[in-house]
């Protein structure tokens, strides 16, 4: 698994990194980067951002653990028929008034006809108002095919593109089974910006096979003349079932140990800090305010609506009576689900309620990603009885983790430190447990897990 949108740090980043430049950057890494304007709380209930799940790639690469698919059949004008219905659907179901953006992904959605995101921002639009000039990002595999679509998905209403470079070696490249090079990656970059300036994202692997700390250097300085003003970093984490997985337990290929990675990491901020940019989240790094909005929203623990094979939503079913938020999971299978798609309007497989102490860890867990933290105002939607204060304040494992510098608890709320940052992973688990502490004894057996058909 890469680290990455919505997983947490990989285990390569847990070890505490050299403190030598912490002082120099922290100023820059607590800058007021952006987010959007906080909503009321009726606002909030009546708007989500949407993602649309593009199931299929040409090829697997040898890294991949994701629900993907190779294509064998033509079927894009049956898929776009169900992308469209199944966001009707579950626009009508959540009630919300407002889409705040949208996020084609997958899988590789750049194979995907420009009609069909033409299509499914029109059946958005027809349920949802789609404020002017608002966000929607679309994948893009930076190959001649996909780079020679992007006119076409720009005036299909695609206004932000994210590039999956991944590596700016070859050889790299071809060990991570790719199916571009180096120079298609800048000329989509180009085309990209070109069409988009200012709103377009470059997806970076680090910890890749044979990778050192100096050739991490040297790509980074390489794609900081070229790209645009996002950076998304990510560290290869060599997944059971794949492709990878099999080549290091035979020994055929080595990834870079802990120590390197975390230092790979920590030169990266440096470096772009160096060139300007923020951090703004665990992975993310963005100039000129260019954060994606639609990331954010997960971290701030916005609705979002998941339309496609395997999406997942989070969004109150308004339409039906409810008065709970959900977790929803669609059918995996592209073929099983557009049936499901075809015979009810949707393809929801699994749906969760989540009452207050599971709300509360997604807020946590999601929110502390982010260099601001939560906010004592954010926290107070969710928690509006039991403050940041009452829950970690008094927390002896807090306090050491205060004490230490890795943790901040003030008036502007609970965040980590530049340091604190990179041992996310193993602060989780003692707030979680602070949170286990003060909710599970009231909300025992309290949630409901409902699985759709048979």
């Given at each position: 698994?890469?680290?990455?949108?919505l997983?947490?740090?990989?285990?390569?980043?847990?070890?505490?990194?050299?403190?030598?430049?912490?002082r120099?950057?922290?100023?820059?890494?607590?800058s007021?980067?952006?987010?959007?304007?906080?909503?009321n709380?009726?606002?909030?209930?009546?708007?989500?951002?949407?993602?649309?799940h593009?199931?299929y790639c040409l090829?697997?690469c040898?890294?991949?653990n994701?629900?993907?698919?190779?294509?064998?059949?033509?079927n894009?004008?049956t898929?776009?028929?169900?992308?469209?219905?199944?966001?009707?659907?579950?626009?009508?179901?959540?009630?919300?008034?407002?889409?705040?953006?949208?996020?084609?992904?997958?899988?590789?959605?750049s194979?995907?006809?420009?009609?069909?995101?033409?299509?499914?921002?029109?059946?958005?639009?027809k349920?949802a108002?789609?404020?002017q000039?608002?966000?929607?990002?679309?994948?893009?595999?930076?190959?001649?095919?996909?780079r020679s679509?992007?006119k076409?998905?720009y005036?299909?209403?695609?206004?932000?593109?994210?590039?999956?470079?991944?590596?700016?070696?070859?050889?790299?490249?071809v060990?991570l089974?790719?199916?571009?090079?180096?120079h298609d990656a800048?000329?989509?970059?180009?085309?990209?910006?070109?069409?988009?300036?200012?709103?377009?994202s470059?997806?970076?692997?680090?910890?890749?096979?044979?990778?050192?700390?100096?050739s991490w250097?040297?790509?980074l300085?390489?794609?900081?003349q070229?790209?645009?003003?996002?950076?998304?970093l990510?560290?290869?984490?060599?997944?059971?079932?794949?492709q990878?997985f099999?080549?290091?337990?035979?020994?055929?290929?080595?990834?870079?140990?802990?120590?390197?990675?975390a230092?790979?990491?920590?030169?990266?901020?440096?470096?772009?800090?160096?060139?300007g940019?923020c951090?703004?989240e665990?992975?993310?790094?963005?100039?000129?305010?260019?954060v994606?909005?639609?990331?954010?929203?997960?971290?701030?623990g916005?609705?979002y609506?998941?339309?496609?094979?395997?999406?997942?939503?989070r969004f109150?079913?308004?339409?039906?009576?409810?008065?709970?938020?959900?977790?929803?999971?669609?059918?995996?299978?592209?073929?099983?689900?557009?049936?499901?798609?075809?015979?009810?309007?949707?393809?929801?497989?699994?749906r969760?309620?989540?009452?207050?102490?599971?709300?509360?860890?997604?807020?946590?867990v999601?929110?502390?990603?982010?260099?601001?933290g939560?906010t004592?105002?954010?926290?107070?939607?969710?928690?509006?009885?039991?403050?940041?204060?009452?829950?970690?304040?008094?927390?002896?494992?807090?306090?050491?983790?205060l004490?230490?510098?890795k943790?901040?608890?003030?008036?502007?709320?609970?965040?980590?430190?530049?340091?604190?940052?990179?041992?996310?992973?193993?602060?989780?688990?003692?707030?979680?447990?602070?949170?286990?502490?003060?909710y599970a004894?009231?909300?025992?057996?309290?949630f409901?897990?409902?699985?759709?058909?048979?």
């Amino acid at each position: 698994m890469l680290f990455g949108m919505l997983c947490l740090t990989s285990p390569g980043l847990t070890r505490a990194l050299p403190a030598y430049n912490v002082r120099v950057l922290a100023g820059h890494f607590f800058s007021s980067i952006a987010g959007s304007v906080d909503l009321n709380e009726d606002a909030l209930q009546r708007t989500a951002s949407v993602y649309v799940h593009w199931p299929y790639c040409l090829r697997r690469c040898s890294y991949c653990n994701f629900n993907k698919y190779i294509s064998r059949s033509n079927n894009n004008d049956t898929m776009t028929e169900c992308l469209q219905r199944e966001t009707q659907t579950l626009l009508q179901l959540s009630q919300v008034s407002s889409v705040t953006s949208v996020f084609f992904g997958g899988g590789t959605p750049s194979l995907a006809h420009p009609s069909t995101i033409e299509a499914v921002l029109n059946s958005v639009s027809k349920h949802a108002h789609i404020p002017q000039n608002v966000e929607v990002t679309l994948e893009v595999n930076p190959t001649p095919l996909g780079r020679s679509k992007l006119k076409d998905f720009y005036h299909a209403g695609v206004n932000r593109f994210s590039v999956g470079v991944q590596s700016l070696s070859d050889d790299d490249l071809v060990i991570l089974e790719r199916d571009h090079s180096s120079h298609d990656a800048l000329c989509t970059i180009e085309e990209a910006s070109r069409l988009c300036p200012g709103r377009v994202s470059v997806d970076l692997m680090f910890g890749r096979p044979r990778q050192t700390i100096q050739s991490w250097d040297s790509e980074l300085k390489e794609m900081l003349q070229v790209c645009d003003d996002h950076l998304s970093l990510y560290q290869l984490t060599v997944e059971r079932g794949t492709q990878l997985f099999k080549q290091v337990q035979s020994g055929k290929v080595t990834v870079p140990g802990d120590d390197v990675t975390a230092e790979m990491y920590q030169r990266a901020r440096e470096i772009l800090h160096q060139h300007g940019f923020c951090q703004y989240e665990v992975s993310n790094f963005a100039r000129h305010n260019a954060v994606s909005h639609h990331n954010l929203s997960y971290w701030k623990g916005r609705q979002y609506i998941g339309v496609g094979p395997g999406a997942h939503g989070r969004f109150v079913p308004l339409g039906e009576g409810g008065d709970c938020r959900e977790a929803r999971t669609q059918t995996l299978e592209p073929e099983v689900w557009m049936c499901e798609v075809q015979k009810k309007g949707h393809g929801t497989r699994r749906r969760i309620q989540l009452h207050q102490r599971e709300l509360i860890e997604e807020v946590l867990v999601m929110g502390m990603r982010m260099t601001k933290g939560i906010t004592h105002r954010h926290w107070q939607r969710f928690s509006p009885h039991v403050n940041l204060h009452r829950v970690f304040g008094t927390s002896l494992d807090v306090q050491g983790l205060l004490q230490s510098g890795k943790l901040i608890l003030d008036e502007r709320g609970l965040r980590c430190s530049y340091e604190g940052l990179t041992l996310l992973d193993s602060i989780l688990p003692t707030l979680l447990l602070e949170i286990e502490q003060i909710y599970a004894p009231k909300q025992k057996d309290s949630f409901k897990v409902r699985k759709i058909g048979s």
